[in-house]
């Protein structure tokens, strides 16, 4: 079994996980194997103790990582017990977060993006190390509008080679509009110089994306800088995974007919991964019904229904959003008979 180096990290940090409540709950034996450490009652003892602190969507996560490593260090034991007891988990599990109030419509952001390039280009009184960051924001937020790369992929973008990602060991490309080459060009000619004077120290790197240190930037940087800018600008903090929902939850809502291309686009193998996880259309339209209708009560004022139509959402988007996903499932083995 192959994964990413990341995924192997997080399996490796599971398992390391259990092997420490192990050695407090009732010591741990050096000796033992761990088809004879992961056993039922044991996993049984660590999900309540999991309870105790964390969320249930965390809790669902880290059985699933010492399910991964168990697999992998005792491949011939029995390990349907544990299969079994993830799936009751991840049909209880409840997101930690709720994403719906925190998605932002892709034109604002599109447009924040302009507005940062165009700041750094004509806004009097700034020096050009403040130009430079502005104009990087703006390029990265609008790449993120269209692509919505991981934080980690962005982070690993260099230049002279295509902007690529890679998802489960396969390299995805995916090909940046037209309107992209004109502000690349000035950021790799103006603007990245001028943060890389920014190091006390030469810096021999081909990364794209440079800090305000003139250090490569990170991928923890990037989610730390995205959060603050959308935070100044628009008063609500957004970190790079959410561009990520926001793509197919407007694609369901507004373009429902091609609600399908939000998948290769994400990269990812499963159509299931793109709707479960990312897509928040429908939940998006019923909520948004059912506050316009809060509204009239408290109003006191017209029929629901008016309120609903006043609102801009009825049912027939709804039903839209819900048509999209089904219109974007693809077959997979776990369909066939």
Excluded at 221 to 226: E, T, W
């Amino acid at each position: 079994m192959s994964w990413a180096p990341v995924t192997t990290g997080l399996i490796a940090a599971g398992y390391g996980r259990f092997l420490s409540y192990l050695a407090e709950s009732e010591g741990l034996d050096p000796r033992a194997f761990p088809r004879d450490r992961i056993t039922r009652p044991r996993v049984e003892a660590y999900v309540a103790h999991l309870r105790e602190h964390n969320h249930s969507s965390t809790i669902a996560g880290r059985v699933l990582q010492l399910g991964r490593a168990a697999a992998v260090l005792a491949p011939d034991a029995d390990w349907t017990w544990l299969r079994r007891m993830l799936a009751r988990l991840r049909r209880m599990a409840t997101p930690a977060r709720d994403d719906r109030a925190r998605l932002m419509p892709a034109v604002t952001l599109l447009d924040l993006a302009t507005t940062l390039m165009q700041r750094a280009e004509t806004e009097g009184a700034l020096s050009l190390r403040r130009r430079a960051l502005l104009f990087r924001d703006g390029l990265l937020i609008s790449i993120l509008c269209t692509w919505a790369p991981r934080a980690r992929n962005i982070a690993e973008t260099v230049i002279g080679a295509s902007l690529q990602r890679r998802k489960n060991g396969r390299p995805i490309e995916v090909p940046l509009p037209d309107g992209f080459t004109a502000p690349i060009d000035r950021y790799l000619a103006h603007h990245r110089p001028q943060l890389v004077r920014c190091s006390p120290t030469p810096v021999a790197s081909d990364a794209f994306w440079i800090s305000d240190g003139g250090r490569p930037l990170t991928a923890k940087g990037i989610g730390n800088l995205i959060s603050a800018v959308t935070k100044r600008e628009l008063g609500r903090a957004l970190n790079p995974h959410l561009f990520r929902k926001i793509i197919p939850t407007e694609l369901a809502i507004r373009d429902p007919a091609d609600v399908g291309v939000a998948q290769p686009l994400l990269g990812h193998a499963d159509h299931r991964t793109t709707q479960q996880a990312y897509n928040l259309g429908c939940a998006l339209d019923a909520a948004g019904r059912h506050h316009a209708v809060v509204r009239s009560i408290r109003a006191g004022s017209g029929a629901a229904s008016h309120a609903v139509k006043s609102a801009g959402i009825d049912k027939q988007s709804t039903d839209r959003a819900r048509g999209a996903n089904r219109m974007s499932r693809r077959p997979s083995r776990r369909d066939a008979p």
